[in-house]
């Protein structure tokens, strides 16, 4: 396990996450498995924010889900400050005792947001269940987290169809926050809204984090917001995490030829494109492996890989500590998962 190391000390992870597993049923005869999230491991110390990315498919929901417990990992263990929050089922993790610490923004907020309730109403009902909140105080405690994102209060009794795409989103948040978690999971929270839109809840986001001292859990699509938003970086592809370590390292020296490809392709305001990752991207054409049943000893990536090699082909690649540019002495470590990388062999 990784020990984040501050400047107060050696400071355990809020969230410690060792080979968490979990598969679908693909069918078939025998049956088969489809690996959404293949033996994956990291940390979370507090207030820090991790950015979850890789392509459609790679297990970014599915991982996000467990973490939050709506869902049960096959294998693995998820310790939040301590605790393993996977002795309690998710069917019953709704009345755990650690449920009011770790809350979820959704994709769309008005897909998530009951269509009978208020603004106020729909911020009222999980503090009233998770923090024993009733009456004026139910009712105060629910007006600050919508005060706390900016909704104007002439817009508390408004039902959700009757709310903008940016004001949703400011409920769907308010809703996380009121409750005082440690853990906030945001699953795309800013895809569904208009570019204009989603700049200004992205710095609410971030605004809140720092403020309330958050630690969040970011999956997104879009590698130019994680590197606004998070410090440090998760690389997923087909179930199993490639690159992980501060964003900067990450994106500014990707050791994994997948994320050397993601890099090229982010887009930079002096419309150039990354030098590093281009030729790799260009030729990063190949078939993807199957998610079913995928073979344990071969890299994932390598039906992709432009340089791949038998090695490729007979062993799966460990995450292994990188060389790349200083970083901060409290920064994670820098890790790829890759034959080729160049690690430090530590
Ligand atoms: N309930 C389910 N039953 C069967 N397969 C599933 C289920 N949920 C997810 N999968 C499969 O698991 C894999 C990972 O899916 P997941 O939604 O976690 O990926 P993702 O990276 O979040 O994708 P996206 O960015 O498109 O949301 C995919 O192959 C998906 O089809």
Redesign the pocket.
Known sequence: MTIAITSQGVAPPLLAVTGLV?T???GGRPPQR????DGVDFTLARGQALGLV????????????MLARL?DPDRGRILFDGVDLTAVPARRAAHAPWRRRIQMVFQDAGDSLDPRLTAIEAVARPLARLNGLKGAALTRAAAEALDRVYLPASLFGRLPHQLSGGQLARVGLARAIAPGPELLIL??PTSALDVSIQAVILRLIDDLRRELGLACLF?S?DLNVVRMMCGQVLV?YL?RVVEQGPADAVFDHPAHPYTAGLAAAIPRLDGLRHERGTPVARRMTGEPMS?IDPDPDRCRFDPRCPLAVDLCRQRMPVLTPQASAPTAPDAPPHLAACHLAGGTGG
Request: charged share 20%; glycine share 14%.
């Open positions: 979990k679908f049923s693909a489809l690996h959404a999230v890789g392509e459609s498919g790679c297990g970014k929901s599915t991982l996000a889900a869902t699953d795309e999956v699509h997923m179930g998610p």
